[in-house]
């Protein structure tokens, strides 16, 4: 309760005055009579009789402080912050992305939690409330449409499943956005461990209020796994998996490696506080293999704790080199295993040459083509939007490199030295590996044929052909290029993104890594896909012939597995306020203070009558 | 205000006034000779015993009849027939000034017709105006010559400052030895009681007749509200929240007072009336008096 007027309980000052007042007294009307004998022994006999005769005199006395009371209660206008019984619409938006999976210290995940709390509202629902639910992790859905049925709510809500999917917030807030358009006085309650980030300035008629579940809790994952064939025997495999330390404690176990089950390798590893770790494998693997990468530390997060690849044959890479001054070239394509190359001058390239070619490198060539192939360029840039080159910059300074990239991988340009370049500007979907401080220096985006790689300045007027650094760029490129196909033939997703079977005439099964079998249906472009991809795991898609092969989806989000709770929700491009038990508004109650002194006087006009006549 | 007679009583009620006589139920000893037999013996006709007779006593009284059967002596006495004394005590406080007729108007008019009835029969009529002592004082007289100079007297009493009964009954009864019937017209308002009073009349053998007379607003109050009461003779102030409860309380209240003043006269063989000022006079005197036994 606050006042907006509280210099008014000042007039309490006054309640002496009228107690004094009432002592002194109503004038009575002076009634002169042969004797006051007789009136004595009445007054004597009443008080005598009445008891409450001084306590009516007293509630007299009593009612009109009341009165006076009353009187600077509503002079004060006190306000109350009270519920407002305005008829709500409660949109709750429950996060059941993969970070809700960690284990709380009780042993309940933090999406259980979250629906126990969600039933609690639902039962807690006022007469005219209404209530929907949706559930979001990579996408939204509506688990329960607006209904004031609290058994529905509480069903709807323990039934929304866990998942192993990034949280994509967006799309719940839009969905919820939607639907506050049309409903009353709506409200948006947000449950999630805050595991989604800075969302965008969307404008939301309401402010989401924000309820954070769960607690910090330690935890380590594999936040990425890359398998390539050994560039000396393509027969073997070179695991790279990086394991994230996202807590302030340290971790130990064993690391073990395996193929379609059969144990390929462990090992055992430790990482410190906040560290990320590199492990590395090698394993011989002559033919293609479902590998899976886990390590059995006990942390609060199960499905980052594993990673799978799918690993495909062997196959054998065929480059064609376009250009002049080709030597330092093919003395690395030479020295490739399993690549199978070809040089033709510039002049001789003709529209047949990059049939059956699954590299071109165009070797400062002017004006160079674009196959419908993976293409490295060298000094030289292929006529595509948005790329376009400007003018020269003399002796570039290497200030940057994406050593996560994998064109960078075991790459060290410390010691490069470029005579000239010529300033590139990119195209949006370009990805910039090398950067100098005045332009990007290598960039590589994908292409209607494939991917392709620029290289702004001719190597040849660099040292680059003489370090160790560019046969190791050249293989990158080529692994790059391998891995981007199979990327985009889905071997490997990430969890939460649909997967489809393009080409196929009969409807798939596909087995789910929990076991259950299941028939993929036809997604809106016709192509038969299976859209609940919310596991992390092995998912085997079984065509009509016979034939099948396997996708793996994998977490490797570092947001999701960082369970420390150090992210500050921000919704909507404002910070999520709490959650209130109900919508709340402040509201004045003077009248009610003068309705109180309505009501005493009343009374008090009766007790005074009362004596009169009864 | 000075009445006349024909004011304090009309013709009429004078008229019919010359056929009663206030009756004493005490045989008295009087002053004179008059109509009323007396405790003394005397020379009426009326026997009262024997006595042995001794020597020196008068022989016309010697029962010559029971001498011849007996052979004793004996005198034969006799009633004395001699006046009543009657006392007329009139209470002229303030707080009979009230009502409408005034109680002291009506209580001189009640004096007025029971002192005529007196002055009628000859018996010696003495009349006393109190208040917190004896103020006015007529008489003794007697014969209906006087009734004039009665009724005059009657018109000068002045009402007094205050009441005290036992004051006024105490000068009464030490300044008029000579025992009688007194009858005390008044409302009764002291704040010490009658009892005290009235033992002083007790105790020197009156026959005490109380009319109490009050008004009808003092019967039956009309007040409402809160009022603050004054009294009339003392500087006292009662506040009181008049309403129903409060007034059957005040009717209780003079209830008990009536009966307690009746019961205690009764108990000392005294008398009480009860007369309210909107009786009309003419029936208090000759229905309610006779009916009561106090004239005939």
């Known amino acids: 309760v606050s006042f907006l007027n509280p210099w ?60 006076l009371l009353a009187a600077i209660l509503a002079l004060t206008r006190p306000l109350l912050r009270v519920r407002d019984h305005a008829h709500e619409s409660l949109i709750v938006l429950l996060d059941n992305s993969a970070s809700m999976n960690a284990v709380e210290p009780h042993g309940q995940t933090r999406l259980q939690l979250a629906q126990a709390h969600i039933a609690q509202i639902a039962d807690n629902l006022a007469g005219d409330d209404e209530m929907m639910l949706i559930a979001f992790n990579a996408g939204a859905r509506a688990a329960c449409g607006f209904t004031a049925n ?224 993976d293409n490295i360029y060298l000094g030289c840039f292929p006529a595509v939007e948005g790329l376009t080159q400007g003018g020269q910059i003399d002796a570039p300074d290497i200030l940057d490199w994406d050593n996560a990239h994998p064109l960078n991988r075991f790459i060290d340009y410390d010691n490069l030295i470029v005579a000239s370049t010529v300033s590139m500007t990119l195209p949006p979907v370009a990805t910039a590996v090398l950067r100098s401080s005045q332009t990007s220096l290598i960039c590589v985006f994908d292409t209607a044929g494939g991917s392709a790689c620029v290289v702004g300045f001719d190597p040849m007027r660099s040292n680059w052909p003489l370090l ?36 196929a005439r009969a409807a798939p099964s596909i087995r789910l890594p929990n076991g259950r079998t299941e028939t993929m249906k036809k997604n809106p472009n016709g192509e038969y896909g299976w859209a609940d991809v919310r596991q992390c795991g092995i998912y085997r898609v079984n065509l009509a012939g016979g034939q099948g092969y396997a996708v793996v989806a994998n977490l490797f989000n570092r947001r999701e597995s960082q369970l420390d709770g150090t992210q500050e929700p921000a919704v909507g491009g404002k910070k999520a306020k709490p959650l209130h038990a109900a919508r709340e508004t402040n509201r004045e109650f003077w009248r009610i203070g003068v309705m109180i002194l309505a009501a005493i006087l009343a009374i008090e006009w009766i007790v005074y009558h009362r004596r009169l006549f009864v | 205000v000075t009445k006349t007679p024909q004011q304090l009583l009309d013709a009429d009620l004078i008229r019919r ?22 405790r003394r013996r005397g020379a009426s006709t009326e026997f009262a015993d024997y006595r042995n007779y001794m020597p020196g006593d008068d022989l016309r009284f010697l029962d010559w009849k029971i001498y011849g059967r007996l052979d004793r002596l004996f005198i034969k006495l006799f009633l004395e027939e001699e006046d009543l004394r009657v006392y007329l005590l009139i209470d002229a406080s303030p707080s009979m000034e009230f009502g409408q007729p005034a109680k002291l108007l009506y209580a001189k008019r009640l004096a007025a017709a029971l002192g005529y009835l007196c002055l009628t029969r000859m018996d010696s009529l003495v009349v006393k105006a109190f208040g917190d002592r004896l103020i006015q004082s007529y008489g003794p007289r007697r014969g209906k010559a006087n009734s004039a100079a009665f009724f005059g007297f009657l018109g000068s009493i002045r009402p007094a400052e205050t009441t005290s009964l036992l004051q006024s009954f105490k000068t009464f009864a030490q300044t008029n030895p000579a025992r009688g019937i007194a009858v005390v017209i008044s409302d009764f308002y002291d704040f010490d009681g009658y009892e005290d009073a009235f033992r002083q009349l007790f105790a020197r053998d009156f026959e005490v007749l109380a009319i109490q007379v009050l008004s009808p607003e003092e019967i039956k109050p009309g007040h409402q509200g809160d009022i603050r009461l004054l009294d009339a003779e003392f500087s006292l102030t009662t506040d009181i929240s008049m309403g129903k409860s409060a007034l ?30 909107d009786t009309p006079f003419e029936r208090l005197i000759l229905d309610v008096l006779r009916r009561r036994g106090i004239i005939k």
């Open chain 2, 248 to 277: 059957d309380a005040y009717a209780r209240t003079l209830s008990a007072f009536c009966g307690g003043l009746k019961d205690y006269l009764g108990g000392h063989g005294g008398h009480f009336l009860f007369a309210s000022t």
């Open chain 2, 17 to 38: 006034l010359d056929q009663l006589a206030l009756v004493s139920r005490k045989m008295s000893t009087g002053r004179m000779k008059g109509e009323r037999r007396s």
């Open chain 1, 8 to 67: 008014a309980f000042l007039f309490l000052l006054t309640a002496p005055l009228l107690v004094l007042l009432y002592f002194l007294k109503l004038r009575r009307p002076q009634i002169r009579v042969p004797s006051t004998l007789l009136w004595r022994k009445v007054v004597e006999d009443m008080r005598v009789n009445a008891p409450f005769q001084k306590l009516k005199r007293s509630l007299l006395l009593l009612l009109q402080l009341l009165a």
């Open chain 1, 468 to 503: 160790v650094s560019f046969p190791l760029f050249v293989n990158n490129c080529l692994s790059f290029f391998e891995d981007a196909q199979k990327r985009r033939m889905e071997r490997n997703i990430a969890v939460g993104r649909s997967l489809s079977v393009p080409g």
């Open chain 1, 150 to 373: 609290k058994r529905l709510l509480r069903e709807a809500a323990a039934g929304v499943a866990p998942t192993d999917c990034p949280t994509e917030i967006e799309p719940a807030l839009l969905l919820a956005k939607s639907i506050c358009n049309s409903r009353s006085h709506p409200r948006i309650l947000l449950f999630s461990d805050g595991a989604f980030g800075e969302t965008a300035n969307l404008e939301l008629p309401v402010d989401v209020e924000y309820q954070r579940v769960g607690s910090p809790r330690p935890n380590l994952a594999i936040t990425g796994l890359d398998i390539r064939r050994s560039l000396d025997d393509r027969s073997r495999i070179e695991m790279f998996a990086a394991v994230e330390n996202f807590s302030d404690q340290p971790f130990a176990g064993n690391m073990t490696v395996r193929l379609d089950d059969d144990v390929l390798d462990t090992k055992y590893f430790s990482v410190g506080p906040r560290e990320t770790l590199s492990q590395i494998f090698e394993a011989s693997l002559p033919a293609g293999g479902n590998v899976e990468v886990r390590f059995d530390a006990a942390d609060a997060l199960a499905c980052d704790n594993a990673a799978w690849k799918v690993v495909e044959p062997p196959v054998r890479r065929r480059v064609l080199v376009v250009g002049e001054n080709t030597f330092f070239i093919e003395r690395v394509l030479r020295s490739s295993p399993g690549v199978e190359f070809k040089t033709v001058a510039a002049a001789d390239y003709g529209a047949g040459s990059a049939n059956d070619v699954t590299t071109a490198i165009w070797n400062n060539v002017p004006q160079p083509a674009l196959p419908p192939c």
